[in-house]
C-alpha cells in the first residue's frame, strides 16, 4: 500500500490539473498491494475534491485541520525510527506513511527533538519542491472498452467524474482511487508524513533533500511490458471492487505503522490479502526491495558530506532481507531501532 505527498498543503481550485498529473505521478501506486508505506504521489489530492460532487458516506469531505492547542496536546510518538551512527555524526531513519489523519499534524518529542538536532532533512522526494514533480513521458497504455469501463466505475466510487483522470497511466489512475477510499478512514494527503516532514524542515530552516527521482519512482512503479502493467492493473481493480476488504487492511497498516509494530509489518504479505501469487510477489519486490540499494547508496553519501540527516522513507522499506536498516549497516552505519512509541 503505497501512499503519496502533496506538493502544497492548500492548491486553488484552478490548478487541480496540474496536481492530478503531480499526484498520480506519485509514489503510492497500490495501496492494497503495495503496503502502505515508501514512497509516494501524493500532491493532488487536495484538488480532486474540486472534481468531485458533495460528500455522502461513501465520498467523505476532506478531514478538518484541529485547532493548535489540540494539536499540541495530541502530539505523540507514532512509527519506527533508527539511529544510524557512523563517522562521528549521528543521523535518523524514520518510517514513514504517505497518508495521515489530522492529529498528527504536530510532531512528537522524538521527530521534534531529531528535527532540532540534525542538518538536514532527506526523503524519497520533496513533496512541496514542485520543480521536482514535473511529470515526464509516459508511454500510453491501450485498454479495451470493459476495462475502461472499470476505471469509470472506480471513479464514480470515489464522487469523481467519469474520465476525470483520463489523462493519466491507468496504474496512476487506480493509485489515486485507492488514495481516495482513505478518506472513510479519516486519512488524507496532506496529513502524510513527508508533507509533514517537508513543512516542519522549511519552518526551522532546515534544507530539503530528495533519494529519488521521480522518472526512478516511476521506472519502478510502472512495469515496462505492457502486458505485466496490465495484469498489475486488473490486480489493482480487483482490490478497488472489493473496497471493505481494502479499507480494512489499511486501517490494519495504519495501526500497524502509528505502534511501530516492526514484527506485524514485516510479514505484511500473511494479513494484506493482497499477494496471492509469484506475479503479486515479484511487484513488491520490484516497488520496495529493488529501490533500497540505491536508497541506502544516496543516504550514506548525505551523511558522507558532513551533515547529519532526519531521513524518511516509507515504512515497507524497512522489511524483508534487503530491508534498509540492513543495507545501511552493510554501508557501515552502527543502527540502531529506538523503543516504540508508549501509547496512551
Same mark, same amino acid.
Given at each position: ?35 502502505? =508505506? ?82 538536514? %532533512?532527506?526523503?524519497?522526494? /520533496?513533496?512541496?519542491?514542485? =520543480? ?26 470515489? @464522487? ?16 489515486? !482511487? ?11 494527503? +496532506?496529513?502524510? $508524513? ?20 521521480? $522518472? ?22 480487483? $482490490? ?7 479499507? +480494512? ?22 494479513? @494484506?490479502? @493482497?499477494?496471492? /501469487? =509469484? ?33 524518511? %522513507? ?18 557501515? !552505519? ?11
Amino acid at each position: 500500500m503505497r501512499l503519496l505527498h502533496v506538493f502544497r498543503r492548500f492548491h486553488q481550485a484552478h490548478n487541480v490539473r496540474p496536481m492530478l498529473k503531480s499526484l498520480a505521478a506519485s509514489v503510492l501506486t497500490t495501496l492494497a498491494r503495495r503496503g502502505v =508505506a515508501a514512497m509516494a504521489v501524493l500532491a493532488a489530492g487536495l484538488g480532486l475534491l474540486g472534481l468531485a460532487g458533495a460528500a455522502t458516506p461513501s465520498c467523505p469531505p476532506e478531514p478538518a485541520p484541529l485547532p493548535a492547542e489540540q494539536l499540541a496536546a495530541k502530539a505523540r510518538d507514532r512509527g519506527l525510527m533508527w539511529t544510524l551512527r557512523r563517522d562521528g555524526r549521528t543521523s535518523y531513519l524514520y518510517a514513514s506513511l504517505h497518508v495521515g489523519k489530522p492529529a498528527w499534524a504536530a510532531p512528537g518529542p522524538r521527530l521534534r527533538e531529531a528535527l532540532d538536532r540534525v542538518d538536514a %532533512v532527506a526523503l524519497e522526494l /520533496d513533496p512541496l519542491d514542485r =520543480a521536482a514533480w514535473r511529470m515526464p513521458e509516459i508511454a500510453p497504455l491501450p485498454l479495451d472498452d470493459a476495462m475502461r469501463s472499470r476505471l469509470d466505475a472506480q471513479a464514480a466510487a470515489v @464522487c469523481l467524474p467519469a474520465q476525470a483522470l483520463a489523462s493519466l497511466h491507468p496504474l496512476l489512475q487506480t493509485s489515486t !482511487f485507492m488514495l481516495l477510499r482513505a478518506r472513510t478512514l479519516g486519512l488524507d494527503v +496532506r496529513y502524510g $508524513q513527508e508533507i509533514l516532514l517537508s513543512q516542519w524542515a522549511r519552518d526551522r530552516g532546515l534544507p530539503v533533500l530528495a533519494l529519488e527521482t521521480l $522518472q526512478g519512482q516511476l521506472d519502478a512503479l510502472l512495469p515496462s511490458d505492457p502486458d505485466d502493467a496490465r495484469r498489475e492493473l486488473t490486480s489493482n481493480l480487483r $482490490q478497488l471492487e472489493r473496497p471493505k476488504t481494502l479499507l +480494512r487492511t489499511l486501517d490494519q497498516m495504519v495501526g500497524v505503522w502509528e505502534r511501530g509494530d516492526l514484527k506485524r509489518l514485516d510479514r505484511y504479505a500473511e494479513w @494484506c490479502d @493482497c499477494v496471492s /501469487d =509469484a506475479a503479486d510477489r515479484a511487484a513488491l519486490t520490484r516497488i520496495n526491495d529493488g529501490r533500497n540499494p540505491a536508497l541506502a547508496e544516496r543516504i550514506s553519501e548525505l551523511h558522507q558530506r558532513g551533515q547529519s540527516l532526519l531521513v524518511a %522513507v516509507g515504512a515497507m522499506h524497512m522489511t524483508g532481507d534487503k530491508a534498509l536498516p540492513v543495507l545501511l549497516k552493510a554501508q557501515g !552505519f552502527e543502527v540502531t531501532l529506538m523503543p516504540r512509541p508508549v501509547s496512551r
